[in-house]
């Protein structure tokens, strides 16, 4: 048995046989119809507009009005109903006419056949243009939403603030934005997963809403980043407005897995006025003013001002940050290098060391690290500019290999953040690096600096230890510099101990930096660890070092760093 098809049916008829000659016709094509009749414009408006419609079939000449006039008001209504026009005295010209003026199909009375043809080929059109404005609405809110969080997303607030910057610079009116960063938000994350997560930021951003005005904008700017425009509004009414985000989030608990999670969040807060230069500046200082609110202890709330000097600090970091992310994508990062020569006067061991240095190539000039690396520790950038140097250090080693055939014993060293050192991939990336290359694992020795490593000594003493066992080295870089960490030296396997250069540079003039260096070697000695002075700058210090024992030396002295090219092999 065969399953009626329903179809709303507004027929514009004023003979009521016709109309029952057009239902049975319509029935018969196995429809199950709902049929309103009408004979005046005046219902067929309000049949427009209370009810929905599959279809419209017409007769061309009523009393009062003609199909014409029907096509006109059912355009009017903007509403997507095919029209067919059912006539018994209709000319061609006319019906041409008709089309041109928006009718579907017309027929003639005394071929009522082609009618449920007629009205199964305009549903189907009607079907696939709502299916069509369906996809490209779905597209437009899309380009303009979040699709995780139904809020506005990047594209569209960075339309509605470019209008309120011209709304400020031209109508002198004041906007506020808001720049929310979550705090912790990476702890659920890395704990719970990226489900977790998301599902925090679909609950977070309905909390959000309620606290904004009907006319503000709120958006999520990506991960856990939200912005807030907030329209015609003083300064006042916004620190309102954020401290009310503030406390939504501060009080917003989220449960996941029988565990429940409290999370907070850092504002940055800008006005604009006619006073405003640009959008970007704009983006840019609401970031300063919500990384400043972090640095002051998180979940707090930031003003932007000019002159403020920890947002000027943030500015110039942000530079760096820019011009190490191109150095890394353009492999505009410099290696050098600094011998390290034996001391000692055995005789066994008369192969130099090279530490491999970091640099940036700018304009016309090479920039030291210390101008760039704060930037690229407070971003998070040293894990990829610590893998950047070990693999062009081993493509350097290999390359001298290759050519020479072997290489001096070494080892080479390789300086390590501590954020890399809390990368747990790195240890894998080594291995990696290690399988393309020819090199003896014994020839790499990788430095991290005391005070890394004592910060983070469980994470310290596992990496070392995996490494040591695939038979890389360690040393300790500017040992001596916290001096109470020498009980340290039975938890933290390495090599080498470099003894900070601040005391070695001093350490003719100043009795306690000669001690200290002393008090390090001889330790050093006695943990079977060889030791290293750095910053060795005159021939007075080395033969002071060498009187003390010290087994290695490195400093201008002896060396000034060179820039590691391939034809100056090894």
Known sequence: MSTLKALKVLLIEDSEDDALLLIRQIKKGGFELNCHRVETSYDLKLALSSECWDICITDHNLPSFDSTQALVIIQQSGLDIPTVIVSGSIGEEVAVEA??????????KDNLTRLVPAIERELRDAEARRARRNAEAEIHYMAYHDA????????????????????????????????????QFKIINDTCGHIAGDELLKQLSVQLRRQVREGDTLARLGGDEFGVLLENCPLDSASDVATKLLLAVKSFSFAWKNRVFAIGVSIGMVVINDQSSSVASIMSAADMACYAAK??????????????????????EMRWVNRIKAALDENKFLLFRQAIIPLGEDGLDVNRRYEFLLRLQGDGEIILPGAFLPAAERFDLMPAIDRWVIKNVFDYLNNALEINGSLPEGPYFINLSGASLADDGLFEYICSQLKKHHITPSNICFEVTETVAIANLDVTARFIARCRAEGFLFALDDFGSGFCSFSY?????????????????????????????????????????????????????????????????????IERPEPVLIDTLL
């Open 489 to 557: 030296l039975k938890a933290i396997p390495v090599d080498y101990l470099k003894v900070d250069g601040g005391f070695v540079k001093n350490m003719l003039d100043d009795v306690i930096d000669c001690s200290i260096v002393e008090s390090v070697n001889s330790i050093g000695h006695v943990a079977g660890l060889k030791t290293i002075a750095e910053f060795v700058e005159t021939v007075e210090i080395m033969d002071k070092l060498k009187s003390i024992g010290v087994d290695f030396a490195q400093g201008y002295c």
């Open 295 to 316: 640095e002051q202890g998180r979940n707090r709330i930031r003003l932007y001002l000019d002159g403020d000097v920890e947002i000027k600090q943030r500015r110039g």
């Open 148 to 183: 995780l969080t139904g809020l506005n997303n990047r594209n569209e607030f960075d339309i509605r603030l470019r209008q309120a910057l011209q709304n400020a610079q031209h109508n002198k009116l004041q906007y506020t934005m808001l720049y929310l960063d979550l705090d």
């Open 99 to 108: 089309m041109k003026a928006g009718a579907n199909d017309y027929i003639m």
